[in-house]
């Protein structure tokens, strides 16, 4: 873990970025939006994410003691959001492995300055009662990870055999539950499952779910990434247009990572997530809480700052809020911007650790 000196006043050294009204960092970025990682743990082994040969029975998990409990998490929110953070969203590992996570978001909802909470899940365990209950509790907007809709080549992802109907039924579920809209999640990889792109647009245009495509992204050492495995934004939408035809719309704010395109006939949206190829350092104001307490500034960082230590040490709240401020007031990450850099051979934490 690094521990990097204090500085109350960070230099802003770029323009044309939303100032936040809390800290900014060394490029001008505010602190928006934090991802929580509530447990490394996945009844998945997504080929991409957690592969099998690496995430095997013999994996060393995080001890049940090691993460972050519900007020430690909630603690850590409100400095966020001291500083000016609105949005959470909770991620994983798969986050509703964590029994009773809707008192989580219950006590993550009311905190001051926060106006949205969301969960990314790969949808297993979302049955109706869960969804209401999440719901109930608070939870604004819901995304589910789904790569395929072809049994097969869903099952050769998830590498569990897990049906896409139960992950279907989880969508059904959260609709009913009245979480929507809902949005689902698809990660494009050459050679995985590119085939499989119009297929999932013929399966959800028209029911109101937003369907996002993902480039492929190099995140963490254990996933086999080339470059010459992702398929660009550019060809996502070639492909989709070349059966529906789609126009491009503005984005619903400043530095939304997701460039958004209508159906021409009016039966819905698509967002297309372009990490890669078009990188959004510039705008990006996420932070990145891993299930033991480390705090990230960028989801391809090789170190993070241990919050825990702190909490547990008994630290106040100011010295907790000047501690993630120390921290983000000193951020200068930009890693898709110099993708081709020799950064690149850093060790990188995994995205199961850190939440995607
Ligand atoms: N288990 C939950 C799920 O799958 O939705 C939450 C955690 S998962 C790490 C969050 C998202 O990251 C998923 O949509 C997953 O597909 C995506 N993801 C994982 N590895 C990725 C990679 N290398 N490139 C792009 N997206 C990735
Ligand atoms: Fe689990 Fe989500 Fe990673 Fe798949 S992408 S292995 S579901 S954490
Ligand atoms: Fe943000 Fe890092 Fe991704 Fe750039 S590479 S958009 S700084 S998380």
Redesign the pocket.
Known sequence: MTNVPFNPSPKSLSSGVEKSSGVVDQRGRGIRDLRISVTDR?N???VY??PKELFGSDHAFLPRAELLNFEEIERIARAFASLGVTKLRLT???PLVRKELETLISQLAVIPGIDDVSLTT?GSLLTLDKGRALKDAGLKRLTI?LDAVTEEVFSAI?DVKFPVAKVLGAVDNALAAGLDPIKVNMVVAKGMNEEEILPMVRQFKGTGVILRFIEFMDVGNTNGWKLDRVVSAREIVETIASEFPVEPLNANYPGEVASRWKFSDGSGEIGVISSVTKPFCSSCTRARLSAEGSVYTCLFASEGTDLRALVRSGASDDELRDAVQNVWSHRDDRYSELRSDATVDLPKVE??YIGG
Do not use: Q
């Open positions: 996945c998945f082994r997504c994410c957690m994983g590992g798969e790969n990870s998830n995205m199961s």
